[in-house]
């Protein structure tokens, strides 16, 4: 199983879906356009540990909310991912039971090499 979460806008999510070859995947989930489930979600917490390691601080929201200044938990941070697309990190990719947080080289080159074996 292979599913993307990405902003179809984003140039950066854009260059990694080229790197990784997902260009024509149905596993490309634009989370604008698609949303995130909180059973897709909780499932993406369950690979990850944290709601807050899936949690965008760079969210224009977050700066505007100024979120920085208020001790958000756990809850929180899934009950703000679940508001608003913006609040989930990007891209997330998740491989089997690998899940890529982000869009570090570190990262993708972890992903790339799952990807081709």
Sequence with gaps: MLSFYYLKNCSTCKKIIKKLDLIESESLIDIKKQGITESELDFLHSLSGSYESLFSKRSQLYKQRKLKDVNLDEIDF????LEHYTFLKRPV?????????????????????????
Aim: proline content about 3%; charged content about 30%; glycine content about 6%.
């Design 78 to 81: 899934k009950k703000l991912i």
């Design 93 to 117: 990719l998740v491989i089997d039971d690998k899940i890529f947080i982000g869009n570090s080289p570190e990262i993708i080159k972890q992903a790339k090499n799952i990807i081709n074996g």
